[in-house]
């Protein structure tokens, strides 16, 4: 999934308007898990002047997955959440879960480059039957699914939410998700 559906989603089914300050810590757990594949898109943009590259030949890296795999862990957020419940922490808690989700979400949607979302446990990779990235692997179903759960958390989140910001924030996503689906559907994959 697109980390932003991450966001959202976890928001929407987390989140709650009578104590916004759960949002904070759910859009930081949401984001958390994708942060090394951010850092790996950013460190070859800056190799990208001398040296071609694909997204393939480096995220998928021995250098890069041990960090991709550690953040998709689900053990490692249920320890997390664990912790939290005994710290009594209120914003770790909600951190700690929205990364759980994010990991279970991811998990159903990966196929052929699944995480190892039992570490440490185990080293075994869920083959999904669909896809969210994978042509072959129905994405031009998947890609649009998402997009209209997207929609429909932030058209709650939207009645949820009075503020101007979040609305604007809110149609943003809705429309660049948007584009990005009919892209993919149309094209057949995002690189």
Same mark, same amino acid.
């Given at each position: ?19 916004? +300050? ?13 942060? !090394? ?34 953040? =998709?862990?689900? !053990?490692? $957020? @249920? ?14 808690? #909600? ?8 990991? *279970?979400?991811?998990?159903?949607? =990966?196929?052929?480059?699944?995480? =190892? ?6 080293? #075994?990779?869920?083959?999904? !039957? @669909?896809?969210?990235?994978?042509? +072959? %692997?129905? $994405? ?7 997009? $209209? ?5 932030? %058209?709650?989140?939207?009645?949820? =939410? ?10 943003? @996503?809705?429309?660049? +998700?948007? %584009?990005?689906?009919?892209? %993919? *559907? ?6």
């Amino acid at each position: 999934m697109l980390t932003t559906s991450h966001a959202i989603l976890n928001s929407t089914l987390l989140g709650r308007k009578t104590e916004p +300050q759960r949002y904070w810590p759910l859009i930081l757990g949401a984001l958390l898990p994708d942060i !090394p594949g951010f850092l790996n898109a950013v460190w070859k943009t800056v190799q990208a002047a001398s040296n071609h590259w694909t997204w393939d030949d480096s995220y998928y890296s021995a250098a890069w997955m041990p960090w991709v795999d550690w953040a =998709h862990s689900i !053990p490692l $957020a @249920i320890t997390l959440t664990l912790l939290c419940l005994l710290f009594r922490s209120q914003p770790g808690l #909600y951190f700690s879960l929205s990364m759980f989700l994010h990991d *279970v979400e991811d998990l159903f949607v =990966h196929s052929i480059k699944s995480h =190892h979302h039992f570490l440490p446990f185990s080293d #075994y990779r869920f083959i999904s !039957p @669909i896809s969210c990235g994978e042509p +072959q %692997f129905h $994405a031009a179903f998947v890609v649009p699914a998402e997009w $209209a759960l997207v929609v429909g958390c932030c %058209f709650l989140l939207w009645k949820r =939410h009075p503020s101007p910001w979040l609305k604007w924030g809110l149609i943003f @996503i809705c429309a660049a +998700q948007g %584009f990005g689906a009919l892209y %993919f *559907v149309l094209v057949g994959q995002f690189h």
